[in-house]
Nanobody
Framework: QVQLVESGGGLVQVGGSLRLSCAAS????????MGWFRQAPGKEREFVAA???????YYADSVKGRFTISRDSAKNTVYLQMNSLKPEDTAVYYC????????????WGQGTQVTVSS
């Protein structure tokens, strides 16, 4: 019903920046909320940031002030600008979408690896 494709992950040094993208296709009317979770090795998947079509934005405390989520509704694409990256940001980042929930999603992308090296 909804397909999500992430891009933009990679290897970056501490203090560097990366921008992740997530493009939605299919029934994009179901993607009122789009956001990002991440999962580090041996840890549970955790919420990072989300945005709604109305413009609301939500962040985990661990990324506030460093990460910015934005959305281009015309392109059905959400972005995650990550600055001042830390080793603890290393994880697989997953894009998700939902009709209305901020912290739970029905649709997920395949994930993109972000590695922050010290």
């Amino acid at each position: 019903q909804v397909q999500l494709v992430e891009s933009g992950g990679g290897l970056v040094q501490v203090g560097g920046s990366l921008r992740l993208s997530c493009a939605a296709s299919g029934r994009t009317s179901l993607t009122y909320v789009m956001g990002w979770f991440r999962q580090a090795p041996g840890k549970e998947r955790e919420f990072v940031a989300a945005t709604s079509k109305s413009g609301g934005t939500y962040y985990a405390d661990s990324v506030k002030g460093r990460f910015t989520i934005s959305r281009d509704s015309a392109k059905n694409t959400v972005y995650l600008q990550m600055n001042s990256l830390k080793p603890e940001d290393t994880a697989v980042y997953y894009c998700g979408a939902d009709l209305g929930r901020i912290y739970e999603y029905d649709y997920w992308g395949q994930g993109t690896q972000v590695t922050v090296s010290s």
